[in-house]
């Protein structure tokens, strides 16, 4: 059939102009499709807004006092006791569910385990099980059943989990839908080569991975949900990107390597906790708050707990604009610059936690408000409370007078901070085997 159309030329000139009329209709579909992909995304960032305005918390002090009164209980000298032999889970959110041997029978059990301002976080939680059964990611508009992207586009809550040990190389982007968790327990999982985004969403949890080499992407056409794909634009290579969302809760994954940062919350996200997690060979750790001139980041409240933030690390753990910002009981063993930041008056409450300063003398201070005079910081209420600092470390604290007067059970005393030792010694991913504690 083909050999008799290039014999003629009324067939031949026939077939050239309706391949030209379908090649323009595809160009001014992919334009058409710019526009809606433009208030495709408006419309979810709307929603988003709504979202996280109800995860919002108006007294961020009661939150941070619940959060403290459960890390006092789990870490007296008698809880601390009570775990002996293989399983020691020796923090608040450890102990709601490490030590349990149907952990891989009960895999939802863990959505009640959040704590901070990401406690109200379900995931996938009342949804089915999805194993993923292969790694590729070949298939960015039609992905494959069995793959992380067709887990993470259904428009159900899904509790994902892994078949076996398993590293999956993102081709692009993989833009998570809402009421998802991503559960490695059971399998060594590697997640690499592009980054996770977390767009106007809310309810996910990602825990017991690792993320490393992610690398920016030109973008091009990608599902983001069951209903919906459109073009994407270049994405930064960040580890975990957090855009508009709330109800998110990162908890014991491994991440290093990454080309831009590791975990990166903007656009007005809220409800945010950051876990039991190991941070390595890194620059740029952390970014909450991407601009001085997006002021909706103020609702921002991120707990940061139990994290240990290890070798190779130079800054941003975190840094902060804006919003309200609670770093607890995390272990700083290496930084090159500094460990704390921040811009645009964020609220920074540091509490237990151990800094380990270098030994370049011109890198002891925690703390850095970026391009800020003290004129203008002064009133910035940064503070340490019970914090541990070792050679030569020392916490630039700033506040008013007006400031909120904190009561014993606003704050964990100092004798935590000698604690973050045990509190942290399980940081990033676990080897769980099903049928024993992780």
């Not at 979202?51 to 959060?67: E, G």
């Not at 109200?120 to 790694?135: E, H, L, M, P």
């Not at 002021?295 to 941003?316: I, S, W």
Request: with cysteine; hydrophobic share 35%; glycine share 8%.
């Amino acid at each position: 059939m083909a050999a008799l159309i290039i014999r003629s030329p009324l067939l031949s000139i026939l077939f050239y102009y309706v391949l030209a009329t379908a090649v323009a209709a595809a160009a001014a579909a992919a334009a058409s499709n710019v526009t809606s992909d433009e208030e495709y995304w408006a419309e979810r960032a709307e929603e988003a807004r709504a979202n996280n305005r109800a995860a919002y918390v108006s007294d961020p002090i009661a939150a941070m006092n619940r959060f403290n009164t459960e890390t006092l209980r789990a870490t007296t000298r008698r809880s601390l006791r009570r775990y002996q032999g293989p399983c020691a889970a020796t923090n608040p959110i450890d102990s709601c569910w490490r030590c349990r041997a149907d952990w891989a029978t009960d895999r939802q059990r863990l959505a009640l385990c959040a704590r901070g301002f990401g406690h109200k976080t379900t995931g996938g939680a009342g949804g089915k099980i999805y194993i993923v059964t292969d790694a590729s990611d070949d298939e960015m508009i039609i992905p494959r059943k069995g793959t992380l992207r067709y887990g993470v586009i259904q428009g159900r809550p899904l509790w994902i989990v892994f078949a076996r040990d398993m590293v999956v190389r993102l081709r692009q982007e993989l833009i998570v839908s809402d009421n998802k968790t991503i559960d490695g327990r059971g399998a060594q999982v590697h997640i690499t080569g592009a980054q996770i985004t977390l767009q106007s969403v809310s309810h996910v949890i990602i825990h017991n991975v690792h993320i490393h080499h992610s690398a920016p992407h030109s973008g091009g056409i990608i599902r983001d949900s069951k209903r919906h794909y459109g073009l994407r634009t270049r994405s930064d290579g960040d580890g975990i990107s957090v855009l508009s969302s709330s109800n998110v809760w990162i908890d014991h994954v491994s991440m290093y390597r990454c080309s831009d940062g590791l975990i990166d919350v903007v656009n007005g996200s809220t409800g945010i906790t950051v876990s039991n997690s190991h941070f390595t060979k890194h620059d740029h750790v952390m970014l909450f708050g991407a601009s001085n001139d997006n002021p909706q980041d103020r609702m921002m409240q991120v707990t940061v707990a139990f994290n240990h933030f290890g070798k190779g690390l130079v800054q941003r753990m975190p840094r902060c604009r804006y919003g309200f910002f609670h770093v607890v009981n995390n272990d700083y063993t290496h930084w090159q610059m500094y460990a704390i930041g921040g811009n645009k008056n964020p609220t920074i409450i540091s509490q237990g936690n151990r800094f380990i300063a270098p030994d370049d003398p011109n890198a002891k201070e925690v703390t850095k408000r970026e391009y800020t005079p003290y004129s203008e910081y002064k009133d910035w209420v940064w503070k340490s409370q019970g914090d541990v600092m070792m050679n030569g470390a020392f916490f630039n604290e700033s506040g008013g007078q007006n400031e909120r007067k904190y009561d014993q059970l606003d704050f964990i005393p100092a004798r935590h901070g000698s604690y973050v030792g045990e509190l942290t010694k399980f940081a990033g991913t676990l080897n769980c085997r099903a049928g024993k504690p992780c």
